[in-house]
């Protein structure tokens, strides 16, 4: 089992910066594929930046080169640097794991990034940014 639970969301304005922690416990083996996605309301549930320990980091193309994901296997916490928000940014940001790292099957909860597809199957509770124009 794993736990996540997300902290530093806010409100900024258009422009500013946001970074997001996620702090991970309760597993045996550190989880290798880890994701950050948000959602706004209304719309889809869309992967923002994603980490895996043994191919880096890949992100969508609206997240290249302001968004940074990073992780601090001290400190047991996986981070999302947000430069340059923009009100289109604005959405709950959630934490989440595939543990192990697997494909299950093409449902809600499985993302594709960097010619990889994963089935996230351990979620935080959210933080909500809100950027203003």
């Known amino acids: 089992q794993v736990h996540l639970v997300e902290s530093g969301g806010g409100s900024v304005p258009a422009g500013g910066s946001l970074r997001l922690s996620c702090v991970v416990s309760?597993?045996?083996?550190?989880?290798?594929?880890m994701a950050w996605f948000r959602q706004a309301p209304g719309a889809e549930r869309e992967g923002v930046a994603f980490?895996?320990?043994?191919?880096?980091?890949t992100y969508p193309e609206f997240a290249q080169g302001r968004f940074t994901i990073s992780k601090d296997n001290v400190k047991n916490t996986l981070y999302l640097q947000m430069n340059s928000l923009k009100p289109e940014d604005t959405a709950r940001y959630y934490c989440a794991a595939s543990h192990p790292c697997r494909f299950v099957d093409p449902g809600a909860d499985t993302y594709c990034s960097g010619g990889y597809c994963y089935t996230y199957n351990f979620w935080g509770q959210g933080a909500q940014v809100t950027v203003s124009s």
């Open positions: 309760g597993y045996t083996s550190r989880p290798a594929c």
């Open positions: 980490l895996y320990s043994d191919r880096g980091e």
